[in-house]
Nanobody, 112 residues
Framework: QVQLVESGGGLVQPGGSLNLSCAAS????????MNWYRQAPGKERELVAH???????NYADSVKGRFTISRDNGKKMVYLQMNSLKPEDTAIYYC??????WGQGTQVTVSS
């Protein structure tokens, strides 16, 4: 059974940090690129960060220099370190990868 389970979301003040985690199971994690997406209320889901099998990363312009995606193939985990958070980063964050698998999402709220 394929599962992607996100964790680490929460409420944080502007300028703060959060580290999201995604635990994968049920597929050959090391053979697939992985992604973090987000969806804010009333907006379309957007790609935030991508990491290749080898660990090369790409980011949306809106998060470059603030977010870092990483992966641990041995643990079948992918992470998103988010620094200098802004209110506009508020969204549900989803882990994605493999053959189009999605997690259930984790809420990130940036507010004072």
């Amino acid at each position: 059974q394929v599962q992607l389970v996100e964790s680490g979301g929460g409420l944080v003040q502007p300028g703060g940090s959060l580290n999201l985690s995604c635990a994968a199971s049920g597929f050959a994690f090391g053979l697939y690129a992985m992604n973090w997406y987000r969806q804010a209320p009333g907006k379309e889901r957007e790609l935030v960060a991508h990491i290749s099998i080898s660990g090369s990363a790409n980011y949306a312009d809106s998060v470059k220099g603030r977010f870092t995606i990483s992966r641990d193939n041995g643990k079948k985990m992918v992470y998103l370190q988010m620094n200098s958070l802004k209110p506009e980063d508020t969204a549900i964050y989803y882990c994605n990868g493999g053959l189009g698998y999605w997690g259930q999402g984790t809420q990130v709220t940036v507010s004072s």
